[in-house]
């Protein structure tokens, strides 16, 4: 390579980041040295595949390979920054195991659950896929099978998904991994607003005066947002920044009053500030008379357990979640309980750091925006808890507005836009609508003309429960696209192993990566990653973004749409719906599920030929499913998905046609007359407030998801946890990740010197903790709680700093998956398993 | 050959301090400062790993509150034998 070159790369990158950093730079050190024709390097426009925060970034590729990424300077979120793991990008591709051919389980040329795994064709991977789905639906009707997708699919996977399980196989079966971690979000959006997905965004990071972390280590885990946050913190003046969490990581590095609680006492700590609130007489008396009822739920709730287990058995109201009226005053006596002395003695929080957050929330004067993520939604009441914060906003008023923002960061990049908005539940339809409101199916039968009837009104297995309908052999059909739950999900060896490897079942994994669930399984499907599929995800602060196909999928690897698309093909109508249903609408006799789902006037409505797709440059892009199928398909797909959003019951979910995604930098739904929504509810900013409430005072609120355009305050009480440490199992286990790895490092554990960096899932803990045991700093250990064990070493000087009785392991490592320790307890009312807290003990192994 | 951009978010009191830091790494450059604590950083190296911990180190020294990637581009020359090594898969039902 020239030096030339060379000085032109470098010198694009320091102009790219003086750029950003708006600082500006000598004019000898912006000179462009003469390009070489054939290092032409092409940049376009896609999200980050990675966290929630959703930066848009400019990939470079040259001679089809990705080769730089660049910060988006375009960019409203990231405006130009990106994150170590962007820095990755451009390499999770490549890493040297790449799947590019399916893989059965075969002995003697014959599938094999027991057998090695041997290359197959495409066709034959669905030829023995077809017929075990086929002889599960027969014997157990459309119960018998399920699938498992994804927060990080692109929007018209989840939707093509959902059309299939839904209208295809008539099964509510469709759960996405996002029910891990934004199900308890989503529930309490849904119990106080009726509308899933924030008010806010991030266009409140610099409007706020003050920010409060709960149980979120944003440092590392939304580092742009973050900087974001830093940023107004080093500039504005009097602000400050509060974390709470179970143990001392390093978001505490910027923090004002940095607490640490025990592990469940969040929910004292919340009513505790609603408490002082009242007590001061500080809340906001007319918002609430014209904006807010309060409500207090069903208690004793269990811990989503089996039915069987002594916990379920004792809990008087197991899974319930019914609202009842509450009065001011009723209210008022509930949080009363909760004083600083008690809250102080059990959350062993300082008595005057609590007195200052509830002071900071009490502030009229003080713009405030709460932020949270895990810490809050993977907990057993962690719908309770996402309401307990509301409640504390909605008291002060501090709501819907810029800088006021009760901000739910969301994990996955499109846990939002694909899992939530799409509805890849399993009790949702697209648009926030449910399958057992006959209203709500009734839309959904007319938008993919299906027959009456044709909707499951029975709700599915979620997440966890589809893991133990496997072991019980009640399920039989287990299909999991863009996720590796074998790590990532909750009790592993009591609950997930025994249930793949049950011989009545057939499990099929699609992944780029021969990850622990590829390897578990007994079909493999190879996979496309993100870059190799024209795409769109839907991040934290509802910005659907698109992107086009930069790359090819390497051998014969295909993404998860085409493989949902080609596997509809192999089912007839009469065996997906029986005859009856049939007979509704004869003109589908003996027509597939393609010919139903597909190609149904709408979905290949838009034609496509080589070189549709282009951008602003007229560069050409590739688009293997099109190509393959003979139309538009991504369009197709997205064009009658969006007809849920004016043509169904639930208003203000409305987004931007097709084509205008792909030229700007994503935009905030609702999007009304070509406009983004950044504050919603709030007339002025939200459209639809005054489209559905016409006497709307200027610059009020009215919260049309409610129909009575009331935000719901709903009271809870502090409530354990599943389990506490005692005299054997002596320490609180919580888990989570870290900065370098996503998840469960499938793809970045792929990049050599990322895996280099942190091979090892290490155990944060407390060196007095070690001390007693006798442990010293990297010695091997084995964790060990009721459920299994797993060995490490310690790490008592590390970047996460536990407090005693409690210690932190990640969970990226495929050799300690310390999701065999963790209890499957979910919070009873958004089935979210919670991952914080278990028991365990620790010994020298 | 890999290079890298990094807009640093100093402390403005530790500016100084972090900047002496970062010009102790090899391949690392500081193109500039503002008064506010920010910084446009580069890194070139023929090494991907080099690259990779460099970012780790510079966001852990003290001082340092965020630290933003911008740019960066890789390329195989002939010189880069970086031996590619990847994360073992174990498959064993009991581990």
Redesign the interface.
Known sequence: ?KISR?DF??S???A???A????T?PAT?LAHAKEDDDAEVRWDKIPCRFCGTGCSVLA?TRKGRI?????DPDSDVNK?????K??FL??IMY???RLTTPLLRKTDGKYDKEGEFEEVSWDEAFDIMAEKWKAALKEKGPSGVGMFGSGQWAIWDGYAASKFMKAGLRSNNLDPNARHCMASAVGAFMRGFGIDEPMGSYDDLEHADAFVLWGANM?EMH??L??RL??TR??REGSEVHVLSTYTHRSF??ADNGMIFEPQTDLMIANYIANYIIQNKAYDKKFLDDHVNIKKTVTDIGYGLRPEHPLEQKAKNSGKGKLSGMTFDEYAKAVSEYTLEYTSEHSKVPADKLERLAKLYADPNKKIMSLWTMGMNQHTRGVWMNGLVYNIHLLMGKIAEPGNSPFSLTGQPSACGTAREVGTFAHRLPADLVVKKPEHRAVAEKIWKLPADTINPKVGFHAVLMQRMLKDGKMNCYWQQCNNNMQAGPNINEEM?PGW?NPANFIAVSDPY???SA?SADLILPTAMWAEKEGAFGNAERRTQFWRQQVDAPGESKSDLWQIMEFSKRFTVEEAWGAELVAKMPEYKGKTLYQVLFKNGQVDKFPYKSGTVQDDDKNIYQNDESKHFGYYVQKGLFEEYRRFQTEGPKPGHDQAPFDTYHKVRGLRWPVVDGKETLWRYREGYDPFVKKLNPDVKKGDVYFYGKKDGKANLIFAPYEPPAETPNEEFDLWLCTGRVL?HWHT?SMT?????????V?DALVYMNPSDARDRGLRNGAKVKIISPRGEITTRVNVRGRNKTPKGLVFVPFFD??R?VNKLILDATDPLSKEADYKKCVVKIVAA | MTICSLVIQAKPQHLSTVSASLHEMQGVEVHMQGENGKMVVSIDHPSREYCSDAMTKMSQINGVMSSSLVFEYQEELEADQTPQEQAPIILSQSS
């Open positions: 390579m060379r790369i470098k694009q990158a320091i790219a980041a003086a950003t950093a708006g600082l730079l050190q470079g080769v730089a990424t660049q910060g130009g920054l990106n994150c170590i962007g820095y451009s390499k890493g040297r195991d440092a580092p742009i973050w900087s830093v940023d080093l500039t590095e910027l192993l490897r021969p990850t622990i390897i370098e490092g554990n792929r990049v050599p010197e990322l895996h280099r960096a091979p495929a050799r998956l």
